[in-house]
């Protein structure tokens, strides 16, 4: 949080752009929600969401209670991300897929197996693939697996340790941490038959390193190839 960027000062002006590039969904994390453990800046969230009708939106960040998820879903976002709460209390997961089934994601930010929380800065006792098989019970969507070693890094990513973690779970994968280029597009797509249906790119689409339109376009293809 000391070391932060700014790339832009309109969040709603650059999710527009996104969804104008082509984006099938929109990621978005209150990164000041995270650290103080209640949403921030839901507000732009809301304000998104009325932007980009029609674009499913995930949202994590701050998300420690039922009355934040009904907050979110009535403002239009289609998947809540809870991370450091599904951890410190993982009946609560439980508890809101049953409240809201089909809304629930668990992002689990990993480094050498265990589980970062609140917002990085401590790291739990817990094994990601054990909590992940439980979450997986509980019935969430997916989960998002961030290597936060190579997190906005750009230097690639963890194609072996993304995809022994997937091959753990029957729900789908979402990739995300050091996403610099189109090799690394193509070579998620190239495992994406092991369980992972997505990727998460911040950085590299900020600073240029990925032309997201481009990107997408590859993994259509890519897609469609292998449906052939």
């Avoid at 022994?164 to 610099?180: C, K, Q, T």
């Avoid at 038959?193 to 590299?204: S, V």
Wanted: contains cysteine; glycine residues 10%; negative net charge.
């Amino acid at each position: 949080m000391d070391d932060d960027r700014v790339y832009s000062e309109d969040p709603v002006a650059m999710a527009r752009r996104w969804v104008q590039a082509g984006a099938r969904r929109l990621h978005i994390v209150d990164l000041n929600g995270a650290t103080k453990g209640r949403p921030v800046n839901a507000e732009i969230v809301h304000r998104i969401c009325e932007a980009c009708p029609g674009v499913p939106i995930q949202v994590g960040g701050g998300i420690r209670d039922e009355d934040t998820i009904q907050q979110y879903l009535d403002a239009g976002v289609t998947f809540v991300i809870v991370g450091t709460k599904a951890v410190t209390a993982p009946h609560f997961v439980a508890d809101v897929c049953m409240e809201f089934p089909s809304h629930i994601i668990v992002g689990l930010d990993v480094k050498d197996g265990r589980v970062a929380i609140e917002g990085w800065s401590k790291l739990a006792r817990h094994d990601a693939v054990d909590l992940a098989l439980q979450f997986e019970q509980d019935g969430v969507c997916a989960i998002i697996y961030t290597d936060i070693s190579r997190d906005g890094m750009l230097n690639g990513v963890n194609i072996d340790s993304t995809v022994a973690f997937a091959r753990e779970l029957a729900i789908p994968v979402i990739a995300s941490g050091g996403v610099a280029n189109l090799d690394d597009i193509r070579r998620l797509c190239e495992v994406e038959g092991e369980g992972i249906c997505a990727a998460i790119t911040g950085r590299a689409i900020y600073e240029g390193s990925i032309d997201f339109a481009e990107a997408q376009k590859l993994a259509d293809c890519l897609a469609t190839h292998d449906k052939k």
